[in-house]
C-alpha cells in the first residue's frame, strides 16, 4: 500500500513537476526580497507576462504540430508598429481588426510553405523574421511610432484595470482557456497532435496533415496580433524593433511547459507556467539587481535543463 502511494506521489510529481517548480522560483525571490513579494510587483508580473503568454499559446500549436515560428518576433514589432500607426488614422478598433488580419496573413504565408511545399519550417520562418523585421523598418522608415493621445481608451488595454486586476491579465487568461480548450477538447485540436506525432500515419488515416500545419500557423499569427495588441496599448508607442528577442522568450516558455521538441505533445496551460517561470526569474533577478548579462547566461540555463530533461524523458520511453 505504502509503494503504491510512492507510485502514486512519483506520477503526480511528473505531470505536476512544472507547477511545483514555478511555486519554487517564486518561493525564492519572495524570502529575499520585500520588494518581490509586494501586491505591486505581483500585479506588475502579470502585466510583464501577458504578451509573451499569449504568444506562448499559439506557438505551442506550432510546436506540437512538429515545427517551429522563429518570425514572431519581428512580426511582432510589425504589428505593433501598424496598429499605433493606424489608431489615430482609422480609429482603435479598424486598427485593431488590420492588425490581427496582419498577424494571420504571415502565418497563412509560413503556414503554405511549411505545411503545403513541406519547406523546413526553421529555415522558412528565419527568412520570414527578416521580411518582416524589413517590412517594419520600411512602414516606420525607422522613426519612433506613437499615439496623439496617449490617455485614449486603447491605452486602457494595456494599463487599465479592473478593480486590482489588469485588463490585460484578463484577456491573457480567457485567451489562454479558449486556446487550451480547444487543444484538448477539439477535434482539431487532437489532429495537432496526431500530425506533430506521426504525420505520414496521419495522412494515411484521412487526415489533412497540410491543413493542419497551416492553422497551427495562423494560429501563432493570431496569438502574435494579440499580443502586439497588449503590448503597444500599454506605452502608446511603438518601434520597429519592439519585438526583438521575443521569439526566444516564447519558445523558451512552450519548452519549459513540457511541449515536446519532436512534435506530439504539450499543452497551453503548462505553457503558461512554463512562461510564468521565465517571468519570475526576470521580474526577481531585476529586483535583486543581477546584471543583466548574468540574467540571459540563468535563463539559457534554465533552457538547456528543461531540453536535457525532455530529450532524456524521450529515450526512456523509447527503450
Known sequence: MESQSNKNFLTTLKKQGIVLAMILVYLVFFVISKQFRTFDNFILLFRQVATIAVMGAGMTYVIIGGNFDLSVG???SLCCVICIDLHDKIGPIPAMIVTIIVGMASGIVSGYLCGYLRLNSMIVTLGMMNVLQALAMMYTNGQFVQMADSNAWFTQIGKGSVGPVPISTIIMVIFIIIMGYYLNRSVYGHQVMSVGGNDEACRY???NDKLVIL???VLSGLSTAIGAILLCSRGASA??????SYEFD???????GGASLNGGSGSVYKTFVGVMILGILDNGFVIIGLPY???W????IVILIAVYIDIMTKRKKGA
Open 74 to 76: 519581428s512580426l511582432l
Open 205 to 207: 488515416s484521412g487526415i
Open 215 to 217: 492553422k497551427t500557423f
Open 239 to 244: 518601434q520597429c524593433t519592439i519585438g526583438e
Open 250 to 256: 516564447v519558445i523558451s516558455g512552450v519548452i519549459l
Open 293 to 295: 548579462y548574468l540574467q
Open 297 to 300: 547566461v540563468a535563463q539559457c
